[in-house]
């Protein structure tokens, strides 16, 4: 079981937008920056957004992150089909004293 | 532009020592932490530990007995040891830049079976 809650899954049709949530707790999320990676099928992650919204160089500006006390949420707008990967948050938690992730959320584009 | 490149032994067998290499090209190794990540089917995305250029190091408690991580600043890499595996530490293997991870090695496949 992770430590951050994700949905499994979520879906969308190009152009649509799509929202992702990454739930913790007042030692991860609710007192710690926020990031979201990409993972593509048989690659590593890569980080998008840093920092709870902040976009690495190169990352489009409809990719968005944002966090309301405890949750997270990344936010993709018009979606695209290269859109279609696995997404994990992470923050640093206090009471591990180390980064915790997500289980991932796996993006299909219909 | 900084890249991570990993190697190591991707088959063990149980109660053996797994042993991973990373090394760091084209950008500073020193004022960095540098961290190992695990990803698993049954498990997601799961912390190892980190060490920084000076050696200091901290852990996952769950792992915190059998993992010994190290910096060779001579190098520019840093290197996992995890002793006593058993199928329960399959997995791809990832070290990465920072406490955080902003850029991530390519990531090693270790599959332990007798």
């Known amino acids: ?110 | 532009q900084v890249q991570l490149q990993q190697w190591g032994a991707g088959l063990l067998k149980p109660s053996e020592t797994l042993s991973l290499t990373c090394g760091v090209y084209g950008g500073f190794f020193t004022g960095y932490y540098w961290s190992w990540v695990r990803q698993s089917p049954g498990k997601g995305l799961e912390w190892i530990g980190e060490v920084n250029h000076g050696g200091s190091t901290n852990y996952n408690p769950s792992l915190k007995s059998r993992v010994t991580l190290s910096a060779d600043t001579s190098k520019n890499q840093v290197s996992l040891e995890l002793k006593s595996v058993t199928a329960a530490d399959t997995a791809v293997y990832y070290c990465a830049r920072g406490r955080m991870g902003d850029i991530w090695g390519q990531g090693t496949m270790v599959i332990v079976s007798s």
Do not use: M
């Open chain 1, 1 to 110: 079981q992770s430590v951050l809650t994700q949905p499994p899954s979520a879906s969308g049709t190009p152009g649509q937008r799509v929202t992702i949530s990454c739930s913790g707790s007042n030692s991860n999320i609710g007192s710690n920056t926020v990031n979201w990676y990409q993972q593509l099928p048989g690659t590593a992650p890569t980080l998008l957004i840093h920092t709870f919204n902040q976009r690495l160089s190169g990352v489009p500006a409809r990719f968005s992150g944002s966090r309301s006390g405890t949750s997270a949420s990344l936010a993709i707008s018009g979606l695209q089909s290269e859109d279609e990967a696995d997404y994990y948050c992470a923050a640093w938690d206090d009471s591990l004293n180390g980064p915790v992730f997500g289980g991932g959320t796996k993006l299909t584009v219909l």
